[in-house]
Structure formats: C-alpha cells, structure tokens
C-alpha cells in the first residue's frame, strides 16, 4: 500500500551542488506532477507529465528538470542549487479519469 | 484562466462550533473543484471533489461544501469542529480540460480552540 514514495524526505545543499529528488508511484497513474509549497503561496506546479515520455513544464519550471523513462518514476533533478530553491517540495501522482491527486510525503530542501 | 482566492489565511474556532473556510474561485467555464487538507508535517490528501453532478458535495469526516455558481464560490462547512480537524486547507482547480495542471490557493490554516 505504498501510494506515492519520495526520498529523500531531507536534504541541505550548498550552493551551486546538485540533487535528484526521487518519486515513485505504484498505481499505474498516467498523470505525475511536482510542486513546490512556500508559506502563503500555497503550492505551486514546478513540472507535470501525462504519460512516460512526455513531460511539460508548470508555472515554475526554471532551475528544475525532469524527466519520464518509466510510468512508476519521475525524477526532480535541481542542476545547480540556489537559496531561492530553498522549499518543500511534494510529488502526485493522477489517473485521468478521477483528477484526484496523491501526493508523497514531501521532500524538505535547504540550500545554503 | 483559472484561479482561486481563498479569503481568509487563518481561522480559529472552538471544538463543537461550526467550520466555514470561503473560497472564491474565477473561470470562464463550469470547472471541477477541489479541496484538500494538509495535516501538520503531512502531505496532501483529497477531502472533496465538485464535478457538476451535484452542487451541495459530501466529503470525508464530516466537510461538505456548495458549489454557487451565481456567487462563484466553493465554502467548505462543518456543523462541528473537532481537535483532529485542525491542518492546512487549500481549495484547488484545474488549470486546463484536463485535470493534470491545477491551481492552488494559498491555503486556510485551522486553528481548533478546546
């Protein structure tokens, strides 16, 4: 009954270092998504993909990147760290039909 | 394009007195519309869905909430607070036909009072 799985749930950067935040689902959704929350702005839509292969970005996609081999995973990966990255970040996963989404645990990151 | 506005950023009331969280939302279509709740340290977690099959929609542990076309709004209600009922609320719709991009609103924090 694992849902959706993130790791690692923290991490502090430096800098300029790059990381991969890792999300795997186990509910053959087709629909996987990453957001960032910030106090008072609720959450933001960082990069979304429907189907393995196709990935499109969100509302705030600069600095990230991803990526869609499997339909079960869809990596995070920051290239080079900035303090303004410095977020929760949540991972979901959606089956077309429904809408509904199912988010990870969270992935605290600071970066220094 | 669509947005909410989620009115109040806190509210606080007594354990056993009604719940009202107020979202707005802006649209140039009928959309879906959603509310979730984050408990503290948690992720997200469905508490409704609105689809157009009924206006006035159940959801778990006792919220529901009304979809009013006329005032564009979606409040979400509870008849009585209860201590587990305090999270972070966020009422959320699509961005686009197809449910995969949604928009959050800032989100409502509830504070339930013993």
């Known amino acids: 009954n694992a849902g959706v799985t993130q790791t690692p749930k923290f991490q502090v950067l430096k800098t300029g270092q790059s990381m991969t935040l890792q999300c795997a689902q186990d509910?053959?959704?087709?629909?996987m998504s990453w957001y960032r929350q910030d106090p008072g702005m609720g959450l933001r839509l960082i990069h979304y993909?429907?189907?393995?292969?196709?990935?499109d970005q969100g509302e705030v996609p600069n600095g990230y990147n991803v990526s869609r081999s499997t339909t079960e995973d869809f990596p995070l990966r920051l290239l080079s760290a900035a303090p303004s990255q410095t977020s929760v970040y949540f991972c979901?996963?959606?089956?077309?039909?429904?809408?509904?989404?199912?988010f990870g645990e969270g992935s605290r990151l600071t970066v220094l | 394009a669509q947005s909410v506005t989620q009115l109040d950023s806190h509210v606080s009331v007594s354990e056993g007195t009604p719940v009202l969280l107020r979202c707005n939302y802006s649209s140039s279509y009928s959309p879906s519309l959603f509310w979730y709740v984050q408990h503290p340290n948690k992720g997200l977690q469905l508490l409704l869905k609105?689809?157009?099959?009924?206006?006035l929609v159940k959801g778990i542990n006792g919220f529901e909430a009304e979809f009013k076309k006329s005032e564009t709004s979606f409040h979400l209600t509870k008849p009585s607070a209860h201590m587990s009922d305090a999270a972070e609320y966020f009422c959320v719709v699509p961005s686009n036909f197809g449910n995969e991009k949604l928009t959050f609103g800032t989100g409502t924090r509830l504070t339930i009072i013993p």
């Open positions: 993909s429907v189907g393995a292969g196709i990935t």
């Open positions: 609105y689809t157009s099959a009924a206006t």
């Open positions: 509910m053959n959704h087709e629909y």
């Open positions: 979901a996963s959606s089956n077309r039909l429904t809408g509904e989404l199912f």
